[in-house]
């Protein structure tokens, strides 16, 4: 981003899954009361601060319902900082590294409920119990009316207290959520002045997180496809839209979420 310059980054998702990825990657239906349905909104502000600096913040919203577990809340607030670290001398070409670190807003905690002789989970989780920490790769490379960009991320989670049990019968454990790894890869095309379309691919992976020091069997994998459109409304002003296309998956819905982002700049 140019230095002086600020963007603000208005964005919304939301899907409604009929089927999702067991721990082994097969596919299973919803069954009975069950649903996997999550609209997610989010702000994010970044400022140029100098030509090779940028820093910003933001926070998303969830509400919705995995399986059993059901609710609305703010997640984990983030902070972000950004640096060009090679850039060529037409400027079509760039790598930058990135920070990042998260902070525990969201709600951590394990909230059960007994049915049939079984516990069920019944709130929906929104954050971590302690900082997150990540770090990214992120590059871009455009020749004509095509753009490249893609990126890698590692996120470290910091273990931390949360309340688990049913209603006043809560106990406090040590969660440790497991570490995480992120790619992503877009391919752009410029159709008009104020249109581009391209496609994207993402990946995804989240070790299992552990309770009290045992492994919960709930490591998170998806790969899943995404086109994409962004118009320029006006010099100031973006719509970007997406959707997400599964391929594979291990412990998350088999959904088509519909992204979409305004983007705003300002000085």
Partial sequence: MPDHLSELRTGLSYFDARQYYDPDGGLIGL?????????????????????????????????????RSEGNNLGDLYGYARFKILENQAKTGELAFQLKASFPTGDADLDLRLEKKHYFQENLRTGDPSMDFFGAVLGRWSFKKFALRGGFEYGYRLEGEIKSGMTALENVVKFDPGESSAFNLDFLYQVRDWLGAGAGLDYYRQAENKLDGQGLDDEILLIQFRPEAEWQINPDNDLLVQLGVPMEGKDQPQAYPIILVWKSRFK
């Avoid at 994010?44 to 319902?65: F, N, Q, R, T, V």
């Fill in 31 to 67: 069954k009975g009361n069950q649903e996997w349905r999550l609209l997610t909104a989010q702000l994010d502000a970044g400022y140029g601060l100098l030509d090779w600096m940028e820093a910003g913040a933001g926070i998303p919203y969830y509400s919705g319902k995995i399986l």
